[in-house]
């Protein structure tokens, strides 16, 4: 039987298309073959999901796979001039597909009741309803701000005198810092740093991955916060020099060498950690950036994402009215 040459990429596409969808195809490794007439590369990854739609006269198939990335397959339809031709574009995507978004849940999102008890002004009810929250037991070493009477000398060798606790209470600060304060010396005394994480989750969920396990860990975007930060420190240390306010203390080679040590020990834990490839100002903005650091520029597929809005990196929030955006 001959086979006109105008249908041969419908009928591939078809072939494809049954394979595809084949559970035998989304599990069995594969490997290239040097007959295949689309010279396509094939993967030796799982699929998750396959669609297909007619476009403009083309089938496209959208191969999705469980390490979050996806397979374009594009070919002409056989009632549309021309021989038909196909091609496949690795779609690259912004976020790990293992990094679970923190949403609010009962057990780990504050009731109304308990939010105000969290903001009072009286320790034993504060107290009382950070325990009952995290779920933990405080003692004596985990309190803060005993010593109100004293004072400290600072960076320029002046005396100053602590604010009191009378004064943080009428100033309506007081509960928030101590209850982090207080997390913060039960996590340095136990090692367990999950009530703090708790706590922190309220007000910025996006610094945060959610295990299935219910364990919240930093996320890429807690510590590409941390990454752009150091970044504008050591760009205004570096003004400073040029200046000739740091000139005759500071050498601008230590100033450099600084900058570079606490960068590559941010990064370590920025590639460790889970969550979305964010825009990081000096560090992954530009080619130039991400080949002296040794990582990809940004996704491209980020700046149409929900992760491209200013408030995800400043307070690991989306801005409201955000999660309407499309997802990656």
Known sequence: MVIHKRWQSAMLATAILMGVASPA????????????????????????????????????????????????????????????????????????????????????????????????????????????????????????????????????????????????????????????QELILYGVRTGDWQPYYQLEYQKSPLYYSLAEDGKLSLSKIYHAKELESEVQRYREELTNWYQKDLALTVKKEDIIGKHKKNVNELLTKWKAAKGPVTYIIGINSSDAYAKEWGIDTVPSAYFDSVYNDPMVHREGKFSPGASTKTWY
């Open 25 to 180: 195809f989304a599990n069995t490794e594969t490997t290239p073959s040097t007959t295949n007439p689309m010279n396509t590369t094939q993967v030796s990854q799982q699929v998750s999901d396959v669609k297909t739609t007619v476009e403009n006269g083309k089938v496209v198939t959208v191969i999705k796979y469980t390490d979050g990335t996806e397979t374009q397959v594009i070919t002409a339809l056989p009632n549309v001039v021309g021989n038909g031709s196909s091609t496949t574009t690795k779609v690259e995507k912004v976020v790990d597909p293992q990094y679970n978004a923190p949403v609010a849940t009962t057990s780990k999102t504050a009731t109304a009741e308990t939010k105000t008890s969290l903001d009072s002004n009286d320790d034993t009810v504060r107290r009382t309803a950070l325990q009952n929250l995290t779920g933990i037991k405080f003692t004596d070493d985990d309190k803060v701000w005993n010593n109100d009477d004293k004072k400290f000398t600072d960076a320029n060798g002046k005396e100053v005198k602590h604010t009191t606790v009378a004064e943080m209470k009428t100033g309506g600060f007081y509960a928030v810092n101590a209850n982090r």
